[in-house]
């Protein structure tokens, strides 16, 4: 995300740990896994899934045993057919 979001107007991450979201969102940092790190202004992140349908890429960070389940997910709350999917 950190090298991609200075070629993009945003880049969301989605995440489960609510206080690594908020810590995203409001110090630009990732303090679990990126601890000495800032963020670039554009990368946000969210708890909810559904808040990736409206970006044309979506990239998949997560378990190889995870990517089928999160791909279902997205095509539940409504992906466009266009979107890329990168995993």
Not at 17 to 34: F, K, T
Not at 55 to 64: D, H, R
Request: aromatic letters at 4%; a negative charge.
């Amino acid at each position: 995300a950190k090298l991609l979001a200075p070629e993009l107007e945003s880049v969301l991450l989605i995440g489960r740990d609510q206080e690594s979201i908020a810590a995203i969102n409001q110090q630009h940092r990732n303090p679990r896994y990126l601890s000495g790190v800032d963020l670039p202004k554009q990368i946000s992140a969210s708890g909810e899934t559904c808040d990736a349908v409206g970006f044309p890429l979506v990239v998949f960070a997560v378990p190889t045993r995870a990517t089928r389940q999160c791909a279902e997910e997205l095509y539940r709350c409504g992906l466009h057919e266009s979107t890329v999917l990168l995993s």
